[in-house]
Nanobody, 114 residues
Framework: QVQLVESGGGLVQAGGSLRLSCVVS????????MAWYRQAPGKQREFVGV???????NYAEDVRGRFTISRDNAKNTMYLHMNGLKPEDTAVYYC????????WGQGTQVTVSS
């Protein structure tokens, strides 16, 4: 069974940076298109960005230019580098496949203070 473990969240001031990690076990990670999602309080989970097996990325419009996704296939790990954080980025961040989701992990909380 595939397990997703997100980490790296925390409390940061507006304009600050964080790096989130997503460790994937039990799957052929290197060939899997992976994505980051987030869910703010009272809102539906939304797409943040995606990375394919070759490292090509695409992002939601409101994070483009501030967030960068990378992956290390040798470590079965995907990263989300977040710069220029804004209070509206406050959410629980999740990783998963881009399609045909695995069971969701617990996520990691990111809180951006103004």
């Amino acid at each position: 069974q595939v397990q997703l473990v997100e980490s790296g969240g925390g409390l940061v001031q507006a304009g600050g940076s964080l790096r989130l990690s997503c460790v994937v076990s039990g799957s052929t990670f290197s060939s899997t298109v992976m994505a980051w999602y987030r869910q703010a309080p009272g809102k539906q989970r939304e797409f943040v960005g995606v990375i394919n097996s070759r490292g090509t990325t695409n992002y939601a419009e409101d994070v483009r230019g501030r967030f960068t996704i990378s992956r290390d296939n040798a470590k079965n790990t995907m990263y989300l580098h977040m710069n220029g954080l804004k209070p509206e980025d406050t959410a629980v961040y999740y990783c998963n496949r881009a399609v045909s989701y695995y069971n969701w992990g617990q996520g990691t909380q990111v809180t951006v203070s103004s």
